[in-house]
């Protein structure tokens, strides 16, 4: 059974960078022809899709966050990266990482997510 | 972006009762590329309905999908008291894919 967990700092400051990585359990994240996501909730915008990683290391990020996203594979650690720079009080969320089949796919596997609050 | 609007935003009902929760689509969505999920406190979305009408894996035959163009629906045949949450709809026709704000159904 597929699992993801999310960890990284729970605080960041305004104008630094986010740093978040989805470990995956229960299956490889080279085996199969998957992609994977990032989507943040909070309560001022709901849920965002921010960009997704397909196996290959090919990316796609959502137009409203694309200059500040960077999505990267670590194959060896079977992990996955988020990396969103100049945060600020906007950026505030629960980020989930989550897998999807093909790039416009719903998405069928979740991490918990993790609460990320951007202050000083 | 398609912008997707579900109503209401909250239904009041008590278990046992049907739901009706709406997703209309500031486009018509190509395909039948709708997705439901329910989201419970402190919990992550979870993956209820794909391409408008096909149930994912482990979801009860009360939860069912339909719709096309721009108007879609989700019902819950029998309100059961776990099915007490939040529902958003997604679209994955369109690049970036979007999620509706959400509808809240609460025990009556």
């Known amino acids: 059974q597929l699992q993801l967990q999310e960890s990284g700092p729970g605080l960041v400051k305004p104008s630094e960078t986010l740093s978040l990585t989805c470990t995956l359990s229960?299956?490889?994240?080279?085996?199969?022809?998957?992609?994977w996501g990032w989507i943040r909730q909070s309560p001022g915008k709901g849920l965002e899709w921010i960009g997704s990683?397909?196996?290959?290391?090919?990316?796609s990020y959502n137009p409203s966050l694309k200059s500040r996203v960077t999505i990267s594979l670590d194959r060896s650690k079977n992990q996955f990266s988020l990396q969103l720079t100049s945060v600020t009080a906007a950026d505030t969320a629960v980020y989930y990482c989550?897998?999807?089949?093909?790039?416009?796919?719903?998405?069928?596997?979740w991490g918990q997510g993790t609460l990320v609050a951007v202050s000083s | 972006e398609v912008e997707l609007t579900q109503s209401p935003g909250t239904l009041s009902l008590s278990p046992g009762e049907r739901a009706t929760l709406s997703c209309r689509a500031s486009?018509?969505?190509?395909?039948?590329?709708l997705a439901w999920y329910q989201q419970k406190p402190g919990q992550a979305p979870r993956l209820l309905i794909y391409?408008?009408?096909s149930r994912a894996a482990g979801i009860p035959d009360r939860f069912s999908g339909s719709g096309s163009g721009t108007d879609f629906t989700l019902t819950i045949s029998r309100l059961a008291p776990e099915d007490f949450a939040v529902y958003y709809c997604?679209?994955?026709?369109?690049?970036?894919?979007?999620f509706g704000q959400g509808t809240k159904v609460e025990i009556k």
């Open positions: 229960g299956a490889s994240i080279s085996s199969s022809n998957y992609y």
């Open positions: 391409d408008v009408s």
């Open positions: 990683i397909h196996y290959s290391g090919s990316t």
């Open positions: 989550a897998r999807h089949w093909w790039l416009e796919s719903y998405f069928d596997y």
């Open positions: 486009q018509s969505i190509s395909g039948h590329y």
């Open positions: 997604q679209q994955y026709g369109s690049s970036p894919k979007t």
